[in-house]
């Protein structure tokens, strides 16, 4: 199993950015996907996923509003739509598959419902 991020770079508060995610050696569908982050000197956060075949999405209340996750199957990509960036959204963003077509997202262990993760692309928001 390979996921690969893209789609970092600098980008100015209030402005967007698209990351994406390919992933190999699964049957991707029937994985729920998230996306994760973790800013310099925080823990990792759970930042959003999408429900196997697109059945639905959990976002957390950080980005809610703000982020949009989506996949698609035919090319085994999920992507995170990041707009009206703030300098708080900056971190290391990490794709990852869940262990299951649905799981748990607001849970303290959430991080357990994932069984591999991508190396991570640098999102950095200032001016």
């Known amino acids: 199993v390979q996921l690969v991020e893209s789609g970092g770079g600098l980008a100015q508060p209030g402005g967007s950015l698209r990351l994406s995610c390919e992933a190999s050696g699964i049957t991707f569908s029937n994985y729920a996907m998230s996306w994760a982050r973790q800013a310099p000197g925080k823990g990792l956060e759970w930042v959003a996923t999408?429900?196997?075949?697109?059945?639905?999405?959990d976002y957390a209340d950080s980005v809610k509003g703000r982020f949009t996750v989506s996949r698609d199957n035919a090319k085994n990509m999920v992507y995170l739509q990041m707009t009206r960036l703030k300098p708080e959204d900056t971190a290391l963003y990490y794709c990852?598959?869940?262990?299951?077509?649905?799981?748990?997202?607001?849970?303290?262990?959430?991080?357990?419902?994932?069984?591999?993760w991508g190396q991570g692309t640098q999102v950095t928001v200032a001016t």
């Open positions: 999408i429900f196997a075949d697109a059945a639905g999405s």
């Open positions: 990852a598959k869940g262990r299951s077509a649905s799981i748990a997202t607001r849970i303290p262990l959430w991080v357990y419902e994932y069984d591999f």
